[in-house]
């Protein structure tokens, strides 16, 4: 909801509502498929709002419902007037809502990614870029060094 007016964004809370429910169980137009309500944006006046749906189906689907929802645009208006209580009833425009099917695409370039990272990984081998192990040892000559002296220490004692 584009508004941070708590007022405004009741009004849409309770339109999506409205919506659904009238969806669900008002509405017999044969053309509407699976919809789904995601989100109504009410703007600060309260004139317009605008619904976002989804549908479950083919393209063809999608067509059906969006001429079945302007159809019966009218209808779902005055049961939110009346619902509402309020003296204006926002107009309704309905708009199909693309977030999922943005969500499955970015799901398919990231598997498409991760397949193409684990197959550089494979083909690059385990061979290790440097020596196999990088740390540093100490030298054959300072263990000699070290040891007498070490052992004057024990003869002292």
């Known amino acids: 909801m584009s508004s941070t007016n708590p007022r405004v964004r009741k009004i849409a809370d309770r339109i999506r509502v409205i919506v659904a429910e009238m969806l669900e169980r008002r509405i017999k137009d044969p053309r509407i498929g699976f919809v789904t309500v ?8 309260g004139q317009q709002a605008t619904v976002f749906y989804t549908v479950l189906g083919e393209e063809a689907d999608l067509a059906h419902t969006a001429a079945a929802l302007e159809s019966a645009r009218g209808l ?5 007037a009346k ?4 003296r204006h009833a926002p107009t309704l425009t309905f708009v199909h809502d693309a977030l999922p099917e ?3 695409h970015l ?16 083909r690059r ?6 020596d196999e192990d990088p740390y540093r040892k100490p030298r054959a000559d300072d263990e000699d ?5 070490d052992h004057e220490d024990d003869a002292d004692a």
Do not use: C, F, H, W
Not at 76 to 80: D, G, I, M, Q, W
């Open 145 to 149: 060094d070290a040891e007498p002296a």
């Open 83 to 86: 619902q509402l209580g309020i």
């Open 107 to 122: 799901d398919e370039v990231l598997a498409r990614a991760k397949a193409q990272d684990e197959e550089v990984a494979a």
């Open 76 to 80: 779902l208006r005055s049961e939110v």
């Open 125 to 130: 081998g385990s061979a290790y870029a440097g």
């Open 38 to 45: 995601t989100d109504v944006r009410v703007t600060g006046d």
């Open 102 to 104: 943005n969500a499955r």
